[in-house]
């Protein structure tokens, strides 16, 4: 079936299965190691399993989309699949700045507002991708998603510049760099939404998505987890050895609990030990030939 693709149909073919299992692997992954992490990371590492875990889910249905449409030649592309992926994750991956800014009560407003902005800026793009034929109203909604995606962006720098200065160095590393791959990373969806103007093919639209998808959310989960890593090497680092004195304690006490035979041993002992210096009764026979000699 994928060798009566074209070759970049057959490409396109091979990135939603290759962003499938690296999605499906990150997903277990980060869920099962997430003990492996400082207490402080493993929600966040369990979010970013969630994520790939819902990512995975979709392009396995994606990917059966795509090539039917294309063996077809009806040209279907999974739209609808690919917006319910990102509606149910882009809230999920902003939601993981807030954990780690330490804003206090703070923190759940500026929540709600990278959820609400997330969301307007999907609910644009969506209506403007289906509404493709129609320049003015593709472009119009493109500025309305990119002015939310602003809405979103520079909030991230004020917070991230605005952050204590006792914050442990792994938690600001970490947002650092998660910001970072937001910026970056997160600039690619304009120029995939912006395919009809620029006269690309729709199937280079998908493999820019697709490729873009992977390294967002598989290199979210992978920066949360090795700050996790960080930070509990850290936590063991700081952590006081304990006392000489107080450790004899508790092997003493431990010893005393585990009913040790030890004592038994030295009462038999002192019990044999009395008995040779203790005078011992002699009989009469013995008394006569002690007398002889």
Known sequence: MITDLGGMQQVVAFTFLLTFFGMAAAAGYLIVERSQVAPSYRI??????????????????????YVAGAVSGTGVFPTEFRYIDWFLTVPLMLAQFPLHLGMGRRGRMFMVWLIGC????????????INADDPTLHLGL?????????????????????MPATTPPDVARTVRAMTVLVLVGWAVYP???????LGFSPDMRELIYNVADLVNKVGLGLLLFIGGRAALRGEAATAEPPDVLDRLDADRLAAERRGSDRPEVDLLTMSLDDAQHEPVALSATDSLLAGRR
């Open 142 to 162: 493109w500025l309305v998603g990119c002015g939310f995606g602003v809405a979103i962006f520079v909030p991230l720098v004020i917070a991230l510049r605005a």
């Open 191 to 197: 120029l995939g939404y912006l395919q009809p103007a």
């Open 44 to 65: 966040s590492v369990s979010l970013a399993g969630l994520i790939c875990a819902i990512a995975a889910g979709n392009y396995f249905y994606m990917r059966e989309l």
């Open 118 to 129: 997330s969301l307007l800026m999907l609910a644009a793009g969506y209506l403007g991708e």
